[in-house]
């Protein structure tokens, strides 16, 4: 693993704790793995608590003050650094996801949320809260495409998405909003900004067929997989389990269209739909 960055503890609150934990271990005189055995985390959970990549749940803090003698101080920061915008189950993984290098996605429903336009994004949020006030939808739609900000950065994080046939064809919104997004995902493709992929029907049976992943690279840590389900998620770090996962990934896009192809299809479906809103 390369050498670890020194991070600026006024970047954020996770940025902070991440810092004075390498510093406490270093002081302690533990390695990465020893600290993480009596508290029952891998040394690669340990690597990404310390690159602010990880969130220090209120569990370790208390541990972490115990072993390395710290006063009380992980415990008393830990919940500042836990506040976040976004829903629990999936809050850790956009923490992750704004200090990634790489991303590599699979969508089996749904546009990736970086991916997403306002209407997609608000359409995608009204179903799933159908009774919710506007204002709370607002909100929802505002930190999505904040999440979108990533892209601003021309080179970084890399971006790879392999999107299933079933994404492209499922009218979120209807049409006008399914033209808009379709466009705006072949421009990011066209543009060379990400790589994007589509899985077609054709494929058959493939590896990733019971759910969506999300596959995340630092430049410091250990990579993560991200899994999400209705109302939950879960990131994974255990080496093994990411490796099938990246494997998994890397068959996807054996088995998708190319790039062009499937810029191509995406751009024919666009016009598809911009065509069936018009009178």
Same mark, same amino acid.
């Given at each position: 693993?390369?050498?670890?960055?020194?991070?600026?503890?006024?970047?954020?609150?996770?940025?902070?704790? @991440?810092?004075?934990?390498?510093?406490?271990?270093?002081?302690?005189?533990?390695?990465?793995?020893?600290? @993480?055995?009596?508290?029952?985390?891998?040394?690669?959970?340990?690597?990404?608590?310390?690159?602010?990549?990880?969130?220090?749940?209120?569990?370790?803090?208390?541990? =972490?003050?115990?072993?390395?003698?710290?006063?009380? =101080?992980?415990?008393?920061?830990?919940? +500042?650094?836990?506040?976040?915008?976004?829903?629990?189950?999936?809050?850790?993984?956009?923490?992750?996801? *704004?200090?990634?290098?790489?991303?590599?996605?699979?969508?089996?429903?749904?546009?990736?949320?970086?991916?997403?336009?306002?209407?997609?994004?608000?359409?995608?949020?009204?179903? %799933?809260?159908?009774?919710?006030?506007?204002? %709370?939808?607002?909100?929802?739609?505002? *930190?999505?495409?904040?999440?979108?900000?990533?892209?601003?950065?021309?080179?970084?994080?890399?971006?790879? +998405?392999?999107?299933?046939?079933?994404?492209?064809?499922?009218?979120?919104?209807?049409?006008?909003?399914?033209?808009?997004?379709?466009?705006?995902?072949?421009?990011? @493709?066209?543009?060379?900004?990400?790589?994007?992929?589509?899985?077609? =029907?054709?494929?058959?049976?493939?590896? *990733?067929?019971?759910?969506?992943?999300?596959?995340?690279?630092?430049?410091?840590?250990?990579?993560?997989?991200?899994?999400? @389900?209705?109302?939950?998620?879960?990131?994974?770090?255990?080496?093994?389990?990411?490796?099938? %996962?990246?494997? +998994?990934?890397?068959?996807?896009? +054996?088995? *998708?269209?190319?790039?062009?192809?499937?810029?191509?299809?995406?751009?024919?479906?666009?016009?598809? %739909?911009?065509?069936?809103?018009?009178?």
């Amino acid at each position: 693993m390369p050498a670890p960055r020194d991070l600026d503890p006024s970047s954020s609150p996770r940025a902070l704790l @991440g810092a004075e934990l390498r510093h406490a271990r270093e002081k302690a005189g533990l390695s990465q793995e020893a600290l @993480g055995s009596p508290v029952f985390v891998s040394s690669s959970f340990i690597g990404q608590l310390e690159a602010g990549i990880r969130r220090m749940h209120l569990e370790y803090a208390r541990q =972490f003050d115990k072993i390395l003698g710290t006063d009380g =101080f992980f415990t008393r920061n830990c919940v +500042a650094a836990a506040k976040s915008k976004y829903p629990d189950h999936f809050a850790e993984a956009a923490e992750a996801e *704004a200090v990634a290098t790489t991303i590599r996605e699979y969508a089996p429903l749904l546009i990736p949320g970086l991916l997403q336009t306002e209407g997609y994004a608000r359409a995608v949020f009204r179903a %799933y809260r159908p009774t919710a006030p506007e204002e %709370y939808i607002d909100d929802l739609v505002a *930190a999505r495409l904040a999440r979108a900000q990533l892209l601003a950065d021309p080179t970084r994080p890399m971006l790879w +998405a392999v999107v299933d046939e079933a994404v492209l064809r499922r009218r979120v919104g209807g049409p006008a909003v399914m033209a808009e997004a379709l466009t705006h995902l072949a421009a990011l @493709g066209e543009s060379h900004r990400i790589i994007l992929q589509v899985l077609p =029907f054709g494929a058959g049976a493939h590896t *990733a067929l019971e759910g969506s992943l999300k596959l995340m690279a630092f430049d410091d840590a250990p990579p993560l997989a991200y899994l999400q @389900g209705l109302g939950t998620g879960r990131l994974q770090d255990d080496p093994p389990a990411v490796g099938q %996962y990246e494997l +998994a990934f890397e068959l996807l896009c +054996a088995t *998708a269209l190319s790039p062009r192809q499937s810029l191509a299809l995406i751009g024919s479906l666009a016009e598809d %739909y911009t065509h069936e809103d018009e009178p």
